[in-house]
């Protein structure tokens, strides 16, 4: 059985995990949030609606996704490691396990148009591809500079039929794109969803995002049980920006004290060199997005904007659910630096045959810092693939013959 | 009776609230703008503190509030201009309110920032990302302690007893959103007499200020014939980005809305 616990998992009525979370909106935002945190839990439960989600989560996106035991990575650190696939999912991450579960949503509340952000492309694509599946316009907003760097992406989500908005406020990344959002869904008060790509923003975001990703922990549990026979890992690795893919590879563990959290940041060039993405280590308690959290900010409150070579883990604040997870000790924070990532996916290319994605490199990076023994279980949520990274991978490949 | 109070029951008028970001255009300006605003005869200014990320406003005021940044404009630096503001006879009378984001407040501290806003002869707050849940919860009792004047706003799509609630929170006025979109939109006149007749309606205890889209004297008075007054931000910080000096800027932009 899994017990619901309500202080790690769950946030409270009003969108609280211990003293993060809420809804700090404004009033023009209001509306659209009062009529999802209303609904959201009653369409989640509705019969008709979990058969949809489990129907498409098994047939269109492939789950359940295999748990695969790493045998020369379990070798080299003496210990077991499994590596939990998300990057086989369709469109290659975890990314469409929420965008699925939202577009479902959407429908039900009548909305026939779709807005999204995203920072490396990834969220966009994957809404993108839930909008063409159930035939609704989709608009992502992407920052300018990340349309740059991330060509590839843009040509899919276009190829897919969405509409690709650069936004060319701020610093015009991911955190301005987020912005553009929420502007044009305070725009467009009656017809359209915003599909948050994070367990971040103003209640039920976190909550919502975390209870779709959570199939990830449940399919774990299924999974360490056959293999092992036992449900618990010792130990849960994942990387965390934002946090979704850690919310969802984290949720069904978190009420079982011998688990042992693991949430890998980006370090960046160095967690105190200036160009990093550790929020836990170099955020204060602030408010971005709709909630409050730990935020990269200045002295004077204003956001700061990160680095990390990854573009999806360049965002200044942690989900409110990972911000209590740190502040109450549950989980364990560390980070890793790009430099630290490139190798990891290089090895971990090498060893398994697996290119991941330079998010999830962060988290297999720090297998050396947890003094794994041979009688540890490690799970390592492989939250993507790497092909839309080759060409950074490309820059180094002659550094990791 | 407060400040921003007196001024509704004494202005004959409707009430003119003019917004513009500390810092913008330059670090020192904020003084020599409130001077010319108030000399022109505005009632009530209000003052942004610019943030890196605010999601209430439009591209002409989040540009300003960028440009105020990069000036080096802070909470701290703003409450040392003002310091000194109401010992000037011009503005010794005007209501003066500050618009913000929580999360620059919070690094501030509430209620350091509570303190020194009232001491430097703020009268009220607008802060459009603090929701009554935490207003009630925690903040409001702070703020209400300095004497200070708490504006929430309202919009065509908030509900009847939503509103009342929010204007029972509410001490100086209530802000009424002109449509649902950010700063500096375009707005259909009529949709929002409708919206206005139907505020009245409800004999609110809060005069009411209309804000977004207001940018011109037509605007202006269409709005003003169902509501107390009306907020104009986004059209006079577009003036203010034209390279005409302050001195004939402002006083012609006041008169194009009240003549």
Redesign the interface.
Known sequence: MIKEAVNYQVPDL?GYYGDFG???????L??NVAELKEQYLKIMAEPAFLQEFDLLLKDYVGRPTPLFKAERLSAEFNTNIYLKREDLCHTGAHKINNTIGQILLAQRLGKTRIIAETGAGQHGVATATVCALKGMECIVYMGEKDIERQAPNVARMQMLGAKVVPAT??SKTL??AT?EA??DW??H?NDTHYIIGSVVGPHPYPDMVAKFQSVISKEIRIQLKEKTNSELPTHIIACVGGGSNAAGAFYHFLNEPSVKIVAVEAAGMGVHSGMSAATTQLG???????SKSL?M?T?????VEPHSISAGLDYPGIGPMHANLYSSGRGHFISATDDEALDAAFHLSKTEGIIPALETAHAFAVLGKLNLTPSDTVVVCLSGRGDKDLATYMKSIQTHP | MSRVQSIFSTTKQPVLNIYFTAGYPTLDSTLTVMDLLANAGVDIIEIGMPYSDPLADGPVIQESSSIAIANGMTIELLFSQLKACRAQPSLSKIGIVLMGYMNPVLQYGFNRFCADAANAGVDGLILPDLPEYEFEKEYGEIIKAYGLDFIFLVTPETSEERVRKLDSLSTGFLYAVSSSATTGGETSFNLVSNYLQKLQSYQLKNPVMVGFGIKDKASFDAVAANSQGAIIGSAFIKALSNNTSLDELVPSFVKSIRP
Do not use: C, T
């Open positions: 009003h809420g809804a700090y909106i404004p009033e023009m209001q509306q406020s701020g955190k301005d912005n929420i502007r305070i725009n008060p204060k308690q602030g408010i971005l997005h709709g935020l900010q002295a004077d409150g204003q956001v």
